[in-house]
Structures are given as structure tokens and as C-alpha cells.
């Protein structure tokens, strides 16, 4: 009983962090319709430059927030030099278009920091908390605690805010949505915007834990995509769940199996949905008017 709280305790707080890389990969399929494969570069941009700031003496907050402002600059730039001029080409286009995003900015951080792995100090300190034997640290709780105020923020601005129903509403029906009068090229833009801030968000809060270096965007770039997929792409609940599950599950494969075949869990996720359910958990039928 021990041993599967344990299991637990690890997966939910990597699973959190597969969460909301997912649901960057949501935010941005919704609005125009890309699989953005740079995603996981969002992520590891976001705790590669707020340790590198930090190295330099500044303050950890100031640099976290430098961090996302740098990151939300490199997403809006994607946005408007790589993916709006190509907006007319074909789906595969524009994933190979995120994928060589992805590539670049992987070499360009390999220039800019190093090729070392490095660390964060912990946001809250203190010994692990047990509960019924196992052990959770605080620093997990605070990514718990993170993803959790990120979704509730993004809920509340998506369906309280005049802003994010125009993003909705980009997303249902673009025509129809630049007919009344709303800019569909800055909504698709704050989309990316939105989703660069998760990652960057999620690799401030990850990097106490797991180490973070200029490569780490590709694994998590793959295994957001299995988490989106899971629960169904283009479904942000789903994206949440599928996130957490897949992070149990490699909890759980680790733990009870091998930690060698921890990383092909995600492989396997994406195999089983796209033979089994391609529509994922929370996935909808597309809907074809005449």
C-alpha cells in the first residue's frame, strides 16, 4: 500500500506538469488547428532561462517572470513569422514547420546556455511530508498547486472575459468570427501567447525536481502530445486527465516493471488511441455542415 502511494505521489506531480503542456498543445489546436511540436521547447525555455538569470544574481522571482515574458515573446514570434504566413498550406506544412521551430530553438539554447542539466532551488523548503508511509515533497505540492491556479485562471479567462470568447469563438468558426468584427490573426496569436506562459510556467515549477536542460522539450513534447491525445485532442478537460494518467502510468511502470520502460509508456499511449480510440476519452465526433 506504501509502495502505490508512493507511485502516486510521483505520478500526479509529473503527470501535472504533462497536464499543462497538453494543454498548450489544446490551446493552440483550437484556435487554428496546428499540433505544435515546439511546445516542449516552451517548456524547457522557461526553466533553462530562470536558472541562467538566476546564476547571474538575479532574483528568483524577477527571473521566473523574465523567464515567461522571454518565452511568451518566442511564442508570439512563432506565431507571426513561421506559422500565420503559412496559414493557406496543408496540416502537415505546419507540423513540419513546429517541428524545425522545435529543432532551432533546441540548437539555439545549446549556444545560448550549455549542455549541462541544472537545478532550481526548491520554492518551499522543509523535509518530505508522509502520509501512511509514503513521502511527497513540498515542491510537488507547489506544482500541484500551480497547475491547479493555472487551470482555474484559464477557465475563468476563457469563460468570464470578453477576450477569451473571442478566442472561443476563433476557434468554433473563424469566418464566422472575423464576420462580426473579431481579429481572428491576434486571437490565433494570444493562443500561442497563452500556451508559451503554461510552458514556461510548467518548466519554472518542474525544474526543483527533475532536472532541466537545453534537450529536455523533445520527451516533453512527446509525451504532452500522448497526454492531448489521450483525453481526446482539442478537449482541455481532457487534456488535464489524459496528462495525469499518463504520469500515473509511468509511475507505475517504473515502479512496478522498470524504469527503463517508463519513457515508452508515452509510445504506447499514443499507439493504443490512435488503433483503438482516435477520438481519445473526451474527444468529440467532427460535426460537417451542408
Same mark, same amino acid.
Given at each position: 500500500m506504501t509502495e502505490l502511494l508512493q507511485f502516486t505521489f510521483s505520478g500526479l506531480t509529473v503527470g501535472a506538469v504533462y497536464a499543462l503542456v497538453a494543454l498548450g498543445f489544446t490551446l493552440i489546436y483550437n484556435s487554428c488547428d496546428v499540433i505544435n511540436f515546439a511546445q516542449g521547447e516552451f517548456v524547457m525555455l522557461g526553466g533553462m532561462t530562470t536558472v541562467f538569470l538566476g546564476l547571474a544574481g538575479v532574483p $528568483?522571482? $524577477? *527571473? /521566473?517572470?523574465? /523567464? &515567461? &515574458? $522571454?518565452? &511568451? *515573446? &518566442? =511564442? $508570439? /514570434?512563432l506565431h507571426r513569422f513561421a506559422i500565420e504566413p503559412a496559414r493557406g498550406s496543408g496540416a502537415v506544412v505546419l507540423i513540419i514547420i513546429t517541428i524545425g521551430a522545435s529543432i532551432f530553438l533546441r540548437g539555439a539554447a545549446q549556444v545560448i546556455f550549455d549542455k549541462r542539466f541544472h537545478t532550481l532551488p526548491p520554492f518551499v523548503g522543509g523535509d518530505a511530508i508522509r502520509i501512511a508511509g509514503a513521502a511527497i515533497l513540498p515542491q510537488s505540492l507547489v506544482v500541484l498547486a500551480g497547475a491547479v491556479i493555472i487551470l482555474v485562471l484559464l477557465w475563468a479567462f476563457i469563460e468570464r472575459t470578453l477576450i477569451g470568447k473571442a478566442m472561443v469563438a476563433t476557434a468554433a468558426n473563424e469566418i464566422a468570427a472575423r464576420l462580426v468584427g473579431i481579429d481572428t490573426r491576434a486571437a490565433v496569436g494570444l493562443s500561442f501567447a497563452i500556451a508559451a506562459a503554461? =510552458? *514556461?510556467?510548467a518548466g519554472i515549477l518542474i525544474t526543483p525536481i527533475a532536472l532541466t536542460s537545453y534537450d529536455v522539450g523533445t520527451v516533453l513534447a512527446l509525451k504532452g502530445f500522448a497526454a492531448a491525445m489521450l483525453g481526446g485532442i482539442g478537449s482541455a478537460v481532457g487534456a488535464v486527465i489524459g496528462g495525469l494518467v499518463l504520469g500515473l502510468l509511468e509511475a507505475f511502470a517504473a515502479g512496478y516493471v522498470s524504469s527503463q520502460y517508463k519513457d515508452a509508456v508515452a509510445f504506447l499511449v499514443i499507439l493504443i488511441v490512435l488503433l483503438a480510440m482516435p477520438r481519445g476519452l473526451f474527444g468529440r465526433a467532427p460535426v460537417e455542415r451542408v
Open positions: $528568483l522571482p $524577477l *527571473a /521566473a517572470c523574465f /523567464a &515567461v &515574458v $522571454l518565452t &511568451v *515573446a &518566442v =511564442g $508570439l /514570434a503554461i =510552458g *514556461a510556467v
